[in-house]
Each structure stands twice: as structure tokens, then as C-alpha cells.
């Protein structure tokens, strides 16, 4: 039988590695040329049949520009990517639209037949004209029927009451968690109803020489005959075909190798007998990485009080526990900051570990390495500061000039929505951290051991800084579709892809360091995984995308890929054991229990928070009805903190074991924020997020998407009572944060209490 190391050469990983990527980036960007070509075209004019101008081009992406200065994604969502409260935009005018045009249809006919049979006559008339697709390539126009104008301005007519404040939309506004005192102008709100009126058109209306819509027929509407499609359903069916067989065949080989690998992971001088930190010089740029790790906690910390905010805006709407917030911290506002930070915080930490770990690596600490550190972090605090200081005057209507506020504002797109000017600054800044993790590192490269592990690092190191810089590939007025693929390049790759090859490629270098892992059979596995590991994720991509106004391949794909991107994970009971088994081989490594146990929680999370949770909602017909509920809440803050937050801890723990005297941590206080987080996380998902998930689902199945995601449902005494059921997972989970940071603050405040005092001496 061909054994681990002859079945995997390093060599031969390294060239499969590299094919597949050219293949998959190939593929990827290939189909982000179809969708600039494909994607829902922007009319010059939408107009009646007599010549009627109901809406212009600008006014579109006027609509677009102050629908982002709102808060865009974070205030309601539109074709389901965005926050919970508010509706979906899209299906939410789509919805209305067909009552009021059914409405003025049934007004025009004469009665023909029993009521039943001429309400279906009715229903057919207004889907035959809803779907009819009347846009004019030639012309550049979309021609409505006098009768559809109509419903247009009706619908109009409920917005501009609902961003103008009027006071028969208060209670609305409340429900919506909306300030009850900001309101647009007549012509921001009139721009605004016709990028509603244009998301909702390309919803329902039939591509060119197709018989669904520019977004596959989604959002759910039966009204409008939104069902559906037989590519959703089929793809839907091959997805866990793949997902079964992946399963099966990884498995399969796991098996095969296992007393293989088992005997492999024991490096061939035997494990090491002392901790390699123990006499590690700490050189002052790693020490100047302390003062990330504080932000890192404070970040954290602040991250979980706006969580708590946001989350009670859900039943109160305007504030918590009676307190005014909403004027000054308004939903949008909140959950702004606590997705960003939920970004900011655990990315901060991963840097900070890079730059601490790269001399440590290769024992090399070059010129004005602490220069550089002091200065990029210096720059991240500005650049926090600032942009949420724009944020915040853009929300509450201090930032007048559309332009201004795309480069100093509120961008309006979840996870990346910092100011351009922030972003670019951003940008040179993760490009500064690669330069100075690079320098660091680079004489770990001569080391002919372990070379091909630390050139992961190096590789994965450069992609975090270069992938990052697609967030800046639209402009102000790019059209959404486009902005949506460019966005999900960010979040999916920049932030669950190659952090992650990051993240383990750096603690597979260190585990050879210390002397408790085999560097072959690091680096092979290592490998291995990021082939498996990327080889779905980079298409799997596409499953964000579906209903994005993409073309019908791009879900194929996405459906693909992101059942393969689960296959991987259904093994980490595996990983885990080999795991337990590497970090307790000697006495010396039980200083480092704590960082093992979070690293243990990351293998437990990525199968149920990514994996269990995540396929939950990937397969097409799932996320067909599930797209923009509470079920994708459960999965990011299952994924997020679970996976990527228990890393970023794992690691931040690491680095601390040389920053601080170890043998003063209160292991108490380490204890209790382990199991609280983790056990507060469990209560969060199963007791709250994942049944209000369920439940939205059977009501969008049942009513459709647009009742669903309505305030009358949200607000409904069931979805309430799982919000507050929310609140014990919460508590310990909040004692979880609390001692965490107590154990931060006295760990530093000793550490510094001791070299005081060995300074007297």
C-alpha cells in the first residue's frame, strides 16, 4: 500500500496546489465577466407608453447613493443581503406593488366570471405584466402600463411617508428600529423609491429569451409567480450528491492513512523535553505587539455590548430598557460598528501574531522593525476612530454631499463599510504589515528543514495584503450586482479563506518549532488541506451570489462548490484527536492548555457553526427561502466568533505566553471565559437564533419571502419571546468577555508589577 509520504511529495502538492488555484481563479473571474455583461441593465428612463417619465438613470443611482448613506445593508437589506429589522426593500416593494396593481386591475375588468375564477384571472393578467420584460436595448428605456404607474407612485407615495417621518409612519419607523427624527429631503426620497422600484423590477422581470427572472425568480412571491426554478431545485439535488459522495471519498481516505499519519506526527528526534520560549529572546518589535492585544480586548469587549444593543433594538425598537439610544446610537449605527468590529478585532489579532511570530520564527529582528510596528498601529486606531466617527455624522445627515460621504461615510455594503478614503488607507496599511511580517521571516527561508511551511506563510501572508485591495475594484456608482461580486471576494475570501490558510499555516510552523510536530508531515498535511480547503472555497464564493442578479451558472457553481467547501469539515473529529494527541506529549506543554483548548473549540465550531449551519443554508432551494433570515445570523455568529474568533483568542494567547509572565495568569479566570464563551455561544444559536431562523422559514415557505421578513411578523409575540430568549445565552456568555479581560488586564498589570520590581533589584 503507497504510504502518506510517497501517495503526497511536498513537491507534488505544491503543483497541484498551484494548478487548481489558476484553474479556480480562472473560472472565478471568467464568470465575473458575465456578470458585468449579464447583470439587470439600468435603463435611461423608465416611462409610460405616452412618453411619461417616471424615473431616470440618475435618479437610480442617486437612489442607490442615499439608500448607502442611510446605512444601506445594515438598515433592511436589498435582494437579501443586509440586516434583519427593516424589511428586504426589494420583495417589500415588489409585494406592494402587485396588491396595488392587482388592485387597479381588478378595478378596470368588468366581472366575467365567480369571484374565485376572476380573482385568477386577475393574477394572470398581473403576472403576464409584471414579468413581461419591456426594457429596450435600443432605446435604453422600460415601458409600464398607465395602470402600473399608477401602483408606482402609490408605492412611492408609502416611502417617502416612511425615510420623510411622516406621522402616520412613527409606529412603522419604530418597528424598523429607524431614528425617529432624521427624514430625507423630496428629492433624496424620490430618488431613493426609484432604486427600490428598479431592485424590485429585476426580480420579476424575465431576462432576455428566459422565463425567470434577472434574480432567478427570487424573492418567493406566488402573487407575482415568483416560484422556485427547476435549476434551483436541480442543483439543489446535485449539491448533497457531492456533498455525500466528498464525504464519503475524504473519509474513505482518512481511514486508509490513519495508522500512517498516527505513527508520522512524532518529529524524528522525539519531542521536544523543554519549551523553546522558555529562553526566547523577545525582541522589542515583539514586544511592541502588546499594545494590539490590548485594542484587540478592548475591541472585543466594546464588539459584544453594541451586539447586546442591536439585538434588543429587535422587541423595544427604539432604545434599551427604556434609555433614548436611538438618537444618538440608532440601530444602524449599532450593528454598523458590531459587524465591523466582529472584522476589525479578530483581524487585528491575527496581524498582531504575525508580526510577534515572524522573528520568533527565524530569530531575526530587523532595523526599525519596532518603527514600523508602532506606526501601523497607530494608523489602525485613526483608522477605526475616523471612519466610525464618518459613519455616525453620515447616519444622523451631517455629511449632505453624496460624494463625501462614499469617501468619508457610510458605504452602505455589510463588512466593508468604511469611508473609500479609510479603505485605501487600509489597504497601505495590510500592505506596510506584509512588509514587515516578510522582512521578519525571510531568513526563516534558508532554513532547508522546514522551507516549503514557512513559504505557506509567506504566500498566504501576501494574498491577505493583496486580496484585500478588491474592495476597492467599484466606484461610487457601480452597479450592485458588480459591487456584490468585488464585496464577496472581501468577505469570503479575504476573511474565511486565506486568513484561515494563514492562521494554520503559522501554527503548524510553530508546533515544528516546538518540537511537538513532525515538519514533513506538517507541511504535507498543511497542504493537503489548503488544497481541499480552497478547492471549494474560492467557487464556493458564488453561493453568496445567487440571487445578486447573476446568470443561472454562477448558481450552479456556488451550489458545487459550497457542498464540497463542507466535505473537509465533517472530518475535524479526526483533526481533533491528532491534535490532543501532539499537545500532550510533555509536562512543559501544559503552559500552553489554554491556547490548545481554544484551538480545540475552533475545530468543534467549524463543523457545526461552518459546516452543519452553513450547508443548512447553501443548497439553492434552501436559500431560497432562508436568504436574509435569522438562520444566516446563526451560522455568522456560529462561524465568526466560533471559528474565527476562538482562533484570534488561541492565538493572542499564544503570543501572551511571552509577553507576559505565564506563571502568573489566573487560569481561573482563563476557565471561566473559555467555557462561558463557548457555552454562551450554544445557548445564542440554539436557543434563540437558530429557532427564530426556522420559524421565519416556515413563514416565508407558507406567506412568502416579503410576509416573512415584515414587521407584523418580526414584531410577532413567538419571534419576541426567541429574542428574549437570548438573554441567558448572553449573560454567560457576557461573563465569558468579562473574565477574558480581567484575565488581560491582571496579566499585563503583573507583568509589568514584576519587571518594576526587577528593575529595583
Aim: with cysteine; hydrophobic share 50%.
Amino acid at each position: 500500500m503507497e504510504t502518506y509520504r510517497t501517495t503526497f511529495t511536498i513537491k507534488r502538492l505544491w503543483l497541484i496546489l498551484a494548478g487548481s488555484m489558476v484553474v479556480m481563479f480562472a473560472v472565478l473571474l471568467y464568470f465575473g465577466r458575465e456578470i458585468y455583461h449579464l447583470a439587470p441593465p439600468i435603463p435611461a428612463r423608465v416611462e409610460t407608453a405616452a412618453g411619461e417619465v417616471v424615473y431616470t438613470r440618475a435618479d437610480i443611482q442617486r437612489g442607490q447613493n442615499v439608500w448607502q448613506s442611510l446605512g444601506g445593508m445594515q438598515q433592511g437589506s436589498v435582494w437579501s443581503h443586509g440586516g434583519y429589522l427593516a424589511p428586504d426593500w426589494s420583495a417589500d416593494w415588489l409585494h406592494r406593488e402587485a396588491e396595488s396593481l392587482l388592485a387597479l386591475i381588478a378595478a378596470r375588468d368588468r366581472p366575467s366570471a365567480s369571484g374565485k375564477l376572476q380573482h385568477k384571472i386577475h393574477e394572470a393578467v398581473l403576472q403576464e405584466e409584471l414579468r413581461e420584460n419591456t426594457f429596450d436595448p435600443g432605446t435604453d428605456v422600460i415601458t409600464v402600463s398607465p395602470e402600473r404607474a399608477e401602483a408606482i407612485r402609490h408605492i412611492a407615495e408609502h416611502y417617502r411617508g416612511l425615510f420623510q417621518a411622516h406621522e402616520d409612519y412613527l409606529e412603522l419607523r419604530r418597528d424598523y428600529a429607524f431614528p425617529l427624527h432624521s427624514s430625507l429631503n423630496d428629492e433624496d426620497a424620490h430618488a431613493l423609491t426609484a432604486f427600490f422600484f428598479w431592485t424590485a423590477w429585476s426580480t420579476v422581470t424575465h431576462r432576455p429569451g428566459d422565463n425567470i427572472s434577472y434574480t432567478s425568480n427570487w424573492p418567493y412571491d406566488p402573487l407575482v409567480g415568483n416560484t422556485p426554478s427547476a435549476s434551483v431545485l436541480i442543483w439543489s439535488i446535485i449539491s448533497i450528491l457531492l456533498l455525500l459522495g466528498g464525504i464519503g471519498g475524504l473519509v474513505w481516505y482518512y481511514v486508509r492513512q490513519y495508522d500512517v499519519w498516527r505513527a508520522d506526527l512524532e518529529p524524528e528526534t522525539g519531542y521536544a523535553k523543554e519549551d523553546f520560549l522558555t529562553d526566547a529572546a523577545i525582541t522589542p518589535s515583539m514586544r511592541a505587539t502588546a499594545k494590539y492585544f490590548w485594542v484587540v480586548t478592548a475591541l472585543f469587549a466594546v464588539q459584544v455590548l453594541l451586539g447586546i444593543v442591536t439585538a434588543h433594538y429587535a422587541v423595544e425598537g427604539q432604545g434599551l430598557y427604556g434609555l433614548p439610544l436611538v438618537d444618538y446610537l440608532p440601530y444602524v449605527i449599532t450593528r454598523t460598528w458590531h459587524t465591523q468590529l466582529a472584522v476589525l478585532w479578530i483581524a487585528t489579532a491575527w496581524l498582531a501574531t504575525g508580526l510577534y511570530v515572524a522573528p520568533l520564527l527565524s530569530g531575526h529582528e530587523p532595523k526599525f522593525q519596532r518603527f514600523g510596528i508602532n506606526f501601523l498601529f497607530y494608523s489602525l486606531l485613526l483608522i477605526v476612530a475616523a471612519s466610525f466617527a464618518g459613519q455616525w455624522l453620515a447616519v444622523h445627515g451631517y455629511i449632505d454631499d453624496l460624494k463625501v460621504n462614499f469617501w468619508f461615510g457610510h458605504q452602505g455594503y455589510e463588512y466593508t463599510d468604511l469611508g473609500r478614503f479609510w479603505q485605501i488607507y487600509l489597504f497601505i496599511g495590510l500592505l506596510l504589515w506584509v512588509v514587515l511580517v516578510l522582512r521578519a521571516l525571510w531568513p526563516a527561508l534558508q532554513e532547508k528543514t522546514n522551507q516549503s511551511l514557512v513559504f505557506l506563510v509567506i504566500v498566504s501572508t501576501i494574498t491577505i495584503g493583496l486580496l484585500f485591495g478588491a474592495g476597492l475594484l467599484w466606484g461610487q456608482h457601480t452597479h450592485i450586482s458588480i459591487m456584490e461580486y468585488w464585496r464577496w471576494w472581501v468577505v469570503h475570501l479575504w476573511v474565511e479563506g486565506i486568513f484561515e490558510v494563514f492562521a494554520t499555516a503559522i501554527i503548524s510552523a510553530l508546533f515544528v518549532r516546538m518540537g511537538i510536530l513532525r515538519v514533513s508531515v506538517a507541511t504535507t498535511m498543511i497542504l493537503f488541506a489548503t488544497i481541499i480547503f480552497l478547492g471549494g472555497g474560492v467557487l464556493g464564493i458564488f453561493h453568496h451570489l445567487y440571487w445578486s442578479g447573476t446568470p443561472i451558472a454562477v448558481l450552479a457553481l456556488g451550489a458545487v462548490f459550497s457542498a464540497l467547501e463542507v466535505v473537509p469539515l465533517m472530518v475535524v473529529g479526526f483533526e481533533a484527536y491528532n491534535q490532543a494527541r501532539v499537545e500532550n506529549q510533555r509536562l512543559w506543554e501544559k503552559a500552553y492548555h489554554w491556547p490548545f483548548m481554544f484551538f480545540t473549540s475552533v475545530l468543534v465550531w467549524n463543523l457545526i457553526g461552518a459546516g452543519l449551519f452553513g450547508f443548512l443554508i447553501n443548497p439553492p432551494i434552501a436559500l431560497y427561502y432562508m436568504q436574509g433570515l435569522y438562520t444566516t445570523a446563526n451560522h455568522g455568529h456560529a462561524a465568526l466568533f466560533g471559528v474565527y474568533g476562538m482562533l484570534g483568542i488561541g492565538l493572542m494567547l499564544y503570543c501572551l505566553r511571552g509577553l507576559t509572565d505565564i506563571r502568573q495568569w489566573n487560569q481561573k479566570l482563563l476557565k471561566i471565559a473559555f467555557w462561558a464563551l463557548n457555552i454562551g455561544l450554544a445557548m445564542m444559536t440554539f436557543l434563540s437564533l437558530l429557532p427564530q431562523g426556522l420559524w421565519q422559514t416556515y413563514a416565508s415557505v407558507k406567506h412568502g419571502y416579503a410576509y416573512a421578513r415584515s414587521a407584523e411578523f418580526i414584531h410577532s409575540t413567538l419571534m419576541e419571546a426567541l429574542v428574549w430568549a437570548r438573554v441567558p445565552g448572553d449573560l454567560v456568555f457576557g461573563i465569558g468577555v468579562f473574565a477574558f479581560v480581567a484575565f488581560v488586564l491582571q496579566a499585563f498589570r503583573k507583568r509589568a508589577a514584576t519587571a518594576a520590581t526587577d528593575l529595583n533589584r
